[in-house]
């Protein structure tokens, strides 16, 4: 994977575990009336939040990961650059 592609892929990841958090987070259970018995309510779960929770953590590890290679990576190149940090940085006079 280019250094493009995982950071490209980094956002996507972070929106879907931002998805994925809002369903944790969010009711997950589906509330539904039972009729003819005094109008009682059921819930029951709309997804396990054990295994969003799995999803959520396998995104964050994916993220770490590719943090760390990307990091890495731009600790092994140098650029090249022809300028005067210095000049460029010293007050007006």
Avoid: H
Avoid at 15 to 29: G, H, I, M, P, Y
Avoid at 76 to 93: F, G, R, T, V, Y
Wanted: charged share 30%; net charge neutral.
């Amino acid at each position: 994977m280019t250094v493009n592609g995982a950071l490209c892929a980094q956002k996507a990841l972070v929106q879907r575990r931002t998805q994925l958090n809002e369903v944790k987070n969010a009711s997950t259970q589906r509330e539904y009336s039972l009729y003819g018995e005094d109008n009682k309510t059921s819930k029951e779960p709309t997804y396990d939040i054990k295994q969003v929770d799995k999803k959520i953590v396998a995104i964050n590890n994916a993220l770490f990961k590719m943090d760390q290679a990307i990091k890495e990576s731009n600790a092994k190149i140098q650029i090249d650059l022809n300028i005067d940090l210095d000049a460029l940085m010293s007050p007006l006079e």
